[in-house]
């Protein structure tokens, strides 16, 4: 399989608190990190508030420039933010985010907001644009009827039915979609997970899907990478990783999810909180909150390897030996 | 927290001295001082000496750099027109200003405040929808219309009260009430819809059931919230305390700071204009200093952020 | 007798019904759980049975503790129950707080009010209840403001500060929804934990129908403003009869089926000014008849135990998938 997209040592930093005559504060928001998305794939981003897993979306889109590091897409680098050739690429990548109320113009139409990717790209023009717009309803699941309507008029499922079609709109490659999910409630959540699956399978649409919530993730993604602080620390496909968590981190995470007929025993519950990226800690940067942590965790940076088939970034997990580059 | 004070201050030192620039570049390029205190019909022997005396003949930066120079040992000009230092003539109006001024913003504060606050804890009662009538007519009628109607009622048909001058305590009772009765409605339409955002806000929800009585979550958890913002527009109101009068001051003959700019102004007196948008830049400055110290007294998260 | 009884609990807004007679008892040292989508009115129960709602809302039927009828009730025989005998925490802990006050003052105010504490006493007592609600260092901690702390300490603030009143039941208003996944875990064992040290009754409300079964006793589902299904966690979670709580667990991912396609509830949920004639749930019912369209179903008993409001309640006693994780 061809990479269709591959982040190589991508970094991101902010600088905050800047004031007239302090030093600013560096936060590292993305450490350090290398992706490949296979064309065709789903590939989950899962990690908590903090981690950067929206930061990073942002840099796979080229909507953000990384502070180091590249991304390549069909193996092109990304061009710079606002030039001809970048606002092509807007055609091919597509975002996704949570908030479908936010994403939409409240005083347009529905149909206008699905066509407008069409005219800014010169996609289809005059009657051509209106067929266009009712398939494109029609394929995420709108009535016919409802192409007149206002983003307040519809729910929240609805909305996001909306923001697909408007993403689908220009016939993506590739597509990120951040925490598409979060806000709906849980029947209509199902409804657009379906939804994206049966898009993602028709098209063979190759996907970074970055949420909270493990079991969406489980259920839309061939393979799964965590995020800590602004680092990968596993990665590994989303059958093994969440039936055999290696990283105490996502061990912690999988043990988190209440299931429903199940109390509260033998969940892991970490102590502390995520730390502050701008105060990370040493060595690895959940050793305060890890089990097994000893003294060299605290000095040691571990490096993502190669454990059995799947990548983990862990000083305590049985050394395995290392895939030759 | 000293860094931010010091900051503060060159901020505040440097928003005075834009002032100065502008003011004295428009002033120079909106007409001739030598043509206007002197007449159309003056000599040019008598314009030329003019100009001569008072440096008009140089380069603008020249005439800018003397001006800056003055400035900083506390020499502000004299006045083109009496020939007197121009800081006396400005300083000698303030108390007048003032008098109608400060009284006018008690009132302000004393009644719209608390009419805000009252109709926000009483929505959509009767005396919630009087308030909002009331601010409306206060803030949409243009203070020199309301002077006018004053005068009218009390002054001419019920002879009540004089129409201008400054000879007695009654004189200053019609401006003192035009100037209040703005701000009035203004304060109370701005307290009523911050204090009815913060009783939205999930902390008083909160506030409430912890079982607090109604009076203390207002007092206590409402009030400290919704004086945020509050503040900053009570704090543009003491900017515009020497100021905020000219056109009340001139309606009723009033001899304030306000009467003063419109007489330099029209006589091209720069020295008198320049010192006087000296004085009104500085209190301005002054007041949005007090605002954002009074800020960090209110809001811990901004005191933090400060002190960081 | 029960401690909690809500009878007929009706609510509108502006004229729009959104609560059509609740009836729920909570027992001492109860823990039950209150499930249901957004809008279903699982919080708006609780809020109206304490009288916080905002003005305009109308409130009809009867909400009595130890007998006490609360609906109605004077201002301060509600401000005697509330935090004394009924505390609450909300969803979002962070704006929950007040931001202009340290929260050792937010917690002693509740040591005043129903304890009597003042001064040196309530100090540390407050110290203390922080110390037991796991906020590290909580002698000095306790001067900071909300803001200093993050989303998942508030909740421990403001569960420290609804334990201030020692009450016999805390309403749990969605405590995790708006926190990360090992935090929600944290919180939900803390809530546990004190429970099972204190003895206090819990209403749970959540969407979440795991963190549900894993504090609660018994739960009641929720569907556009009525109880839908309402027994205890095992037989409620093991062979679910309502169509609509069948529908919501075969509409969570389950972590071990893989990428099987999920089975959504079709539609959405009715919007309260226009909501359908008979039973409420009938237009995205699979198991509908003509007579669901016509009349609303009342709760009623169920031979096997629990009681759903339904015509044709799912009477296979076909368990649930068994869900485990392995832990390596």
């Known amino acids: 399989m061809s990479p269709l997209l591959e982040a190589r040592g991508l970094v991101q930093q902010y600088t905050s608190g800047k004031s007239l005559f302090g030093k600013p504060d560096i936060v590292r928001a993305v450490d350090g990190i290398d992706l490949t998305v296979t064309r065709g ?170 949420s909270h919530d493990l079991k969406v993730v489980r259920n839309i993604c061939d393979r799964v990478a965590v995020m800590y602080l602004g680092r990968v620390v596993e990665e590994a496909p989303s059958d093994s990783i969440f039936a055999e968590p290696r990283h105490p981190y996502t061990q912690a995470l999988v043990s988190s999810i209440p299931l429903a007929g199940q109390g509260l025993e033998g969940r892991i519950i970490l102590r502390g909180e995520p730390p502050n990226p701008a105060a990370r800690p040493s060595g690895c940067a959940f050793h305060p909150r890890c089990r097994f942590a000893d003294a060299s965790c605290t000095v040691q940076v571990p490096p993502l390897e190669n454990h059995g088939g799947r990548l983990a970034a862990c000083l305590k997990l049985p050394r395995a030996p290392r895939l030759a580059a | 927290m000293l860094r931010f004070t010091l900051a503060k201050i060159a901020r505040a030192g440097l928003t005075i001295l834009l002032v100065m620039t502008f003011a004295f570049i428009v002033l120079r390029m909106s007409g001739d001082p030598a043509q206007v205190l002197l007449g159309p019909d003056a000599p040019q022997d008598a314009v030329d000496a003019f100009r001569e005396r008072w440096g008009l003949n140089d380069p603008l930066w020249q005439q800018y750099l003397a001006y800056l120079q003055q400035i900083l040992n506390f020499d502000f000009g004299i006045s083109m027109r009496d020939q007197s230092p121009a800081i006396d003539l400005v300083l000698e109006r303030v108390p007048a ?23 926000a804890l009483h929505r959509d009662s009767i005396a919630d929808r009087g308030v909002i009538m009331m601010s409306i007519f206060g803030f949409t009628i243009p203070s020199f219309v309301l002077a006018l109607v004053l005068v009218l009622v009390f002054a001419v048909t019920l002879d009540w009260l004089p129409s201008g001058g400054q000879d007695t305590w009654r004189h200053a009772i019609l401006p003192i009430a035009t100037l209040s009765i703005g701000g009035i409605g203004i304060l109370a339409r701005f307290s009523r819809s911050a204090m009815i955002e913060v009783l939205g806000q999930p902390y008083i929800r909160t506030a409430m059931a912890k079982g607090l009585p109604w009076r203390e979550v207002v007092w206590k958890h409402a009030l400290p919230n919704a004086a945020i913002p509050i503040i900053t527009l009570v704090g543009f109101m003491v900017g515009a305390l020497i100021a905020g009068a000219v056109v009340v001051e001139s309606i009723f003959s009033w001899p304030g700071v306000g009467r003063l700019i419109v007489v330099s102004v029209s006589n091209r007196d720069l020295a008198v204009v320049q010192c006087l948008l000296l004085v009104i830049a500085a209190s301005m400055v002054l007041a949005n200093l007090c605002v954002d110290f009074a800020y960090g007294l209110l809001d811990p998260r901004l005191r933090q952020k400060r002190t960081q | 007798m029960s401690f909690v009884s809500i009878r007929d609990l009706k609510v509108a807004f502006d004229g729009v019904r959104v609560l059509h007679g609740i009836d729920l008892d909570i027992g001492r040292g109860e823990a039950v759980g209150l499930v249901g989508e957004s809008g279903c009115g699982k ?88 110390d037991m609600v796991g906020i590290p260092s909580a002698a000095t901690r306790i001067d900071l403001y909300p803001h200093e702390f993050s989303g998942g300490q508030c909740q421990r603030v403001m569960i420290a500060m609804a334990l201030a009143g020692r009450p016999d039941l805390l309403i749990a208003d969605e405590p995790t929804t708006a926190l990360d996944a090992t935090i929600q875990a944290q919180i939900l064992d803390l809530l546990s934990s004190i429970r099972r040290d204190t003895g206090m009754a819990m209403v749970f409300i959540s969407h979440d129908l795991g963190a549900v079964s894993a504090v609660c006793d018994r739960a009641s589902v929720m569907y556009a403003g009525r109880i839908v299904e309402t027994d205890n966690v095992a037989r409620l979670f093991g062979a679910p009869k309502h169509p609509y709580t069948r529908g919501l667990f075969d509409a969570i991912p389950d972590l071990n089926a893989g990428r099987a396609r999920l089975v959504p509830v079709e539609g959405t949920v009715p919007d309260p000014r226009n909501l359908p004639q008979g039973c409420a749930f009938a237009p995205r019912c699979a198991r509908a008849t003509r007579f669901c369209t016509a009349y609303a179903p009342d709760l009623k008993l169920q031979a096997m135990g629990g009681k759903v409001a339904c015509f044709h309640p799912d009477q296979s006693s076909e368990p649930m998938r068994e869900t485990q994780v392995v832990v390596a």
């Open chain 1, 41 to 210: 794939e789903v590939l989950g981003i899962v990690g908590e508030s903090g981690s950067g897993k929206s930061t990073l979306g942002r840099m796979l889109l080229g909507l953000e420039t990384p502070f180091s590091g590249e991304v390549l897409y069909h193996g092109q680098p990304m061009p710079a933010p606002r030039t001809e050739q970048w606002r092509r690429l807007r055609a091919q990548m597509q975002l996704i985010f949570q908030d479908p109320l936010a994403a939409l113009d409240r005083r347009m139409t529905i149909a206008a907001q699905i066509a407008e990717p069409l005219e800014i790209h010169g996609l289809a023009k005059g009657a051509e644009v209106t067929d266009r717009v009712a398939a494109l309803m029609a394929r995420v699941g709108l009535r016919r009827d409802q192409a007149d309507r206002y983003p307040h008029e519809l729910s929240g499922g609805q909305r996001q039915r909306v923001v697909i079609a408007r993403a689908l709109a220009t016939n993506p490659g590739f597509l990120v979609c951040d925490e598409p999910v979060s806000a709906l409630d849980v029947s209509i959540q199902a409804q657009v997970v379906n939804l994206l699956r049966d898009l993602q399978e028709q098209d063979g649409l190759t996907m970074v899907f970055i």
């Open chain 2, 97 to 119: 200003t003032l008098a109608i001024t400060v009284p006018a913003l008690i009132l302000k504060v004393c009644i719209g405040i608390p009419a805000g606050v009252y109709a």
């Open chain 3, 43 to 130: 919080s708006v129960t609780w809020l109206a049975a304490l009288g916080l709602l905002p003005g305009k809302a109308r409130v009809t039927g009867s909400v009595r503790i130890e007998g006490r009828e609360l609906i109605d009730a004077r201002p301060g025989e509600l401000e005697s129950v509330r935090g004394a005998r009924i505390a609450m925490i909300f969803q979002d802990p962070s704006s929950s707080l007040n931001p202009v006050h340290r929260v050792g003052r937010q917690i002693t105010e509740s040591l005043r009010l129903h304890r009597g504490l003042r001064g040196s006493a309530a100090r540390a007592e407050a110290i203390r209840l922080l």
